[in-house]
């Protein structure tokens, strides 16, 4: 659940599964089955749910303190008085927003120090990051505070203040019970080993002999699968960690992001549009370029790239081309498909639904990614309306257990995990999103996007960067998840199409841009993939990556002119 040890996380699994995939034929599934991994992730997707559930839209200052789940932190404001902090150092410390840096429970020695070192660093007169060690007030132990300067987009300086305190969640009680059905006796033995207690202490405070509490810890140690006191304060305090995912909550409804579109008034600008297919779900769709144009369908990827950049958008306008976004069912406000549905036939015929409410009867199509293979099954739904499809970072189904071995990491983990541990996948993925959701949408992406130069690139130009953050607010934003329509659409990426795709020789035609440096569909395998389809054109752009399409829109529409 740590965005900085995600890489970790992906590399334990590769190990874990990549001795499956290496003795699999190409057609067989052999599922992971460990039961004791399973416990684990259904334990964890508890918390993840209450975390969902709590979630705000952050501003700044909350930010900077919800980094810090067990560390009793806060901000300092330039008035030293104490800004927003976060429960531990309530609990803690015993302060509270607004009282003043004087009140810190700090002995009466240390407290001038420490705040003048406060009051140096805010004036520009002290360094940018400094460590403070203090006496607590109440039994002398040491306090860390480790301080950094701040400068805020409202042109404020602040503070940035984490201590070495450690404060126990008013909701772990409940968690721990939850997850190892714990007494409250239990319980309260473990906070009190988590707070340094010696066995001997614990028996005096509690009024009972040393060895009933070594009694009760051997109960503890085995309910916990825990060999020693050391390794379960590892377990105890990584589960504290978690905790800053499992702040109870009410329980809500799933919202769904309602993609942004920006009140402007440039010509070809989005418009958010709606219909209702015939079982009464909603389904919106963008529409951009020239309202009157030829109509050109964009399949936005699981990943929800919906809109181009503004200079893209505009071309299209001026090239008579209406482009046509299907928000896909669980997307947006798009009502999601029902759980046992055929996904694929559903998205199609949401699309088909669509372009009834527009009516637009032969189209051209934009996929993006894997998305080449709605594309296909559009033909094989209704042969002979579509005109041209253009498939942009076009990703053919992994042919072979080898085609993953040439995949970066990240892009080969979720294709991995639907095929080999399917009963996971939607934790994994919902997990990434809560992720994004808490670190933010731009350092996420650049955790996926990390090893591809080319496309962390496009993310430095800001209007590449402002399309990218609006078209996937229909797949996630600071309030909104469409992670459950997200695995659903891996699962489907996994499964071949070679069939349906083949059906397009010689009824339409098809063009592929790739970029060499596509962490996905790398030239490894669509280098193959081309030459056993030699009807196919294709076009390869050096050095793009597979978010070529915010800075090659250009090429697509070129060639869906020509179509």
Not at 22 to 43: C, G, P, Q, V
Not at 134 to 140: E, H, I, L, Q
Not at 405 to 416: G, N, P, S, T
Request: proline share 5%; hydrophobic share 40%; with cysteine.
């Amino acid at each position: 659940m740590d965005p900085g040890r995600a890489v970790e996380l992906l590399e334990q699994w590769e190990t874990l599964v990549k001795p499956m995939r290496d003795s699999a034929d190409k057609h067989e599934h052999i599922l992971l089955n460990d039961s004791a991994m399973e416990e684990h992730i259904s334990r964890a997707d508890r918390f993840l749910e209450r975390y969902a559930n709590t979630l705000e839209p952050p501003n700044e200052r909350q930010a900077l303190i919800d980094s810090f789940d067990m560390a009793a932190a806060f901000l300092v404001e330039s008035d030293l008085n104490i800004g927003i902090l976060n429960a531990g150092a309530q609990a803690a410390l015993q302060i509270s927003e607004g009282a003043p840096v004087s009140s810190l429970p700090v002995d009466e020695a240390d407290l001038p120090s420490l705040m003048r070192q406060m009051r140096d660093m805010l004036e520009g007169r002290g360094p940018n990051m400094s460590l403070f060690r203090v006496r607590a007030t109440d039994c002398g132990h040491f306090i860390i505070f480790r301080i950094r300067l701040r400068k805020l987009r409202d042109g404020a300086q602040a503070l940035v203040v984490a201590t070495s305190e450690l404060a126990w969640p008013p909701e772990f009680d409940s968690i721990l019970g939850e997850a190892f059905s714990f007494t409250q006796t239990e319980v309260d033995i473990v906070r009190m080993l988590i707070e340094c207690c010696s066995v001997k202490d614990i028996a005096d405070q509690r009024g009972r002999s040393i060895d009933t509490i070594r009694a009760q810890i051997k109960s503890i140690l085995a309910k916990t699968a825990t060999r020693s006191q050391v390794e379960l304060i590892r377990l105890i305090l990584s589960m504290m960690d978690m905790t800053g995912f499992a702040v109870a909550g009410p329980a809500t409804t799933e919202a769904w992001s309602r993609g942004y579109i920006p009140n402007s008034n440039n010509q070809g600008a989005a418009t958010l549009h709606t219909t209702f297919a015939p079982d009464g779900r909603r389904l919106d769709y963008l529409i951009w370029g020239d309202p009157n144009g030829k109509p050109c369908v964009l399949l936005h990827v699981e990943i929800g790239m919906s809109r181009w950049p503004k200079l893209g958008e505009q071309a299209a306008r001026k090239a008579g081309i209406k482009i046509i976004t299907p928000i896909r069912a669980g997307y947006g406000d798009s009502t999601p498909l029902p759980n046992k549905a055929d996904f694929t036939a559903g998205v199609i015929d949401d699309i088909m639904h669509v372009l009834k409410a527009e009516n637009v009867d032969r189209f051209s199509v934009i996929s993006l990614c894997a998305d080449v293979r709605f594309g296909a099954h559009i033909e094989k739904h209704s042969p002979g309306r579509m005109t041209g499809l253009v498939a942009v970072a076009g990703t053919p189904p992994p042919d072979s257990v080898s085609d993953y071995d040439h995949m970066d990491l990240w892009q080969r983990f979720l294709l991995v995990c639907a095929r080999y541990t399917p009963h996971l996948l939607t934790f994994t993925v919902k997990a990434g999103f809560l992720m994004a959701r808490k670190y933010g949408q731009r350092k996420f992406l650049e955790h996926v996007y990390g090893k591809s130069k080319a496309d962390i690139e496009q993310f430095n130009d800001p209007d590449i960067w402002e399309a990218v953050i609006t078209g996937i607010q229909i797949c996630l934003s600071d309030t909104h998840s469409a992670h459950k329509a997200f695995a659903r659409m891996i699962s489907e990426e996994i499964k071949g199409w070679h069939d349906e795709f083949s059906a397009l020789e010689g009824k339409v035609p098809v063009h592929f841009i790739n970029g060499t440096m596509d962490a996905q569909a790398t030239m490894e395998i669509i280098t193959p993939f081309f030459r056993d389809h030699p009807w196919v054109t294709y076009e390869l752009i050096e050095g793009a990556g597979q978010l070529l399409i915010y800075s090659h829109w250009d090429k697509a529409l070129k060639k869906i002119g020509q179509f």
